[in-house]
Every structure is written in C-alpha cells, then in structure tokens.
C-alpha cells in the first residue's frame, strides 16, 4: 500500500470513487450470499462508503479497514454516530472505531490491511469489496487475495466446517486499460482466475454498462462475482 497517495487522495477531495447512493448492485445480488441476521461482513478498503450503512440497515454488523482515518471519522460524522476509539495496545499505528447504528455495531481499523490478522477482528462471515481489488495494481493483488482469504476464514484450522472459505460479493470495472491509469484498474474475468481460483469458485452474477467519472468517454463495464467455497 502507499499511505501517501492515499492521504494525498482524501486531503485533495479527489474521492470520486466514494458512491453518495448505495451501490444498486450490493442490493440486487447480496442474498446471494446467504446470510443469516447479525452476520458480520468484512468491507477492505472501505473508506466512508455508505453502502455500509445499507448492510446495517439489514441487520448485519460490519468490519471495515481503511488506511486513512480521517476516511473513517467522516464515515461516523457523516452518520452521526459518536464513536468509541480503541488503541491497538502492541502497536500504536493501529486502531479501531466503533459505533451502533440501527442496533448493528460497525467496527472500522485504521490500519494497513496486510498489518491485520485474524485475530485482531474476529470472525467473519462474508466479505464484500467493491472497490478494494479495482484499487490496487496487479503486483499487489495476489498478495490482496490471499490475505483477504487469511482475514476472513481461520487458516488455523484445517478440518470441518471451520476450513471452509468465506464467501465473497465481489465489485470490479473492465475497461481499456491503455486510455486510462488506475485507479480504479481494469479487471477481467481471467485474472480473477489468477488471483482467487486457487481456494474460491469463481461465478459471474452480472455485467453491466457503467462509467468512470474522469473518463467518461472510455466503455466501462461493470461485474459483479460470487467466490464461494469449491
């Protein structure tokens, strides 16, 4: 990860990729998922996104990472939710913000992603990540992938239903990477293969047309996946 693009990215305003209205595609396909009531979901990368409001207001509790805080304490200004702070004791870069909001608890490191185990934030039941891997340039996706996959499913066990992999709504744009630098990058269908085939079946959901806001002449195709358990 490189903090300083980032910080720079959220100092400047330069936040196109933060959605005002809940991503329509998280509503439409994340019963796919098959998830009971008071599931925890797991959002990298998350920013201030309000598609984390939408997933408490279903009755799911959240666990967000994000590597710039002041992402983070605009998420809970903006929702008006008075969060507590908890310093990680054996590091002090790292932290967590946690608040309620509709009787659902919303826990939000400020930390780097591949800083976190699986211990630090607990069990997960399903990860959703619309616009973490479209962040990060191909030298760092396997890397990303395999450690979301540490994160969310306890690698620690190895029998039974405890092995099993978490599954995953996964949000990605493809376009023509030659008229445009990422990010967002384009992914397509062949290197989700590289990246998750080797623990995940990997299932196309939907395509559609979408857009990328400083490009807006470019054809821009949006798909949605579902990396389930082989």
Not at 87 to 105: E, R
Not at 163 to 171: G, H, K, R, S
Not at 182 to 191: A, T
């Amino acid at each position: 990860m490189n903090p300083e693009f980032w910080q720079k990215r959220w100092q400047e305003g330069r936040i196109g990729f933060n959605q005002s209205m809940v991503n329509p595609l998280l509503i439409k396909y994340f019963n796919r998922l098959n998830l009971t009531a008071g599931s925890r979901i797991f959002v990298p990368l998350c920013g201030k996104s309000i598609d984390m409001v939408w997933l408490a207001t279903q009755g799911y509790d959240v666990v967000g990472v994000e590597l710039v805080e002041t992402a983070v304490q605009a998420f809970f200004t903006e929702q008006n939710i008075e969060p507590t702070v908890h310093q990680q004791a054996d590091n002090p870069m790292m932290k967590y913000y946690q608040g309620q909001l509709s009787g659902q608890t919303i826990t939000l490191w400020v930390a780097d992603i591949f800083a976190l185990t699986f211990e630090d934030i607990g069990s997960i039941d399903a990860v959703y990540d619309k616009a973490a891997l479209i962040a990060l340039p191909d030298d760092m996706r396997v890397r990303y992938s395999e450690q979301v996959r540490k994160l969310s499913s306890d690698t620690s066990k190895v029998n039974g239903a405890n092995n099993e992999i978490t599954p995953q709504l996964l949000l990605t744009l493809n376009y023509d990477q030659r008229k445009k630098n990422g990010p967002p990058f384009s992914i397509n269908g062949e290197q989700l293969e590289q990246y998750y085939s080797a623990h995940y079946q990997i299932s196309e959901l939907a395509s559609v047309p979408s857009s990328i806001g400083s490009a807006p002449d470019i054809t821009v195709t949006e798909q949605v996946w579902l990396l389930s358990n082989k």
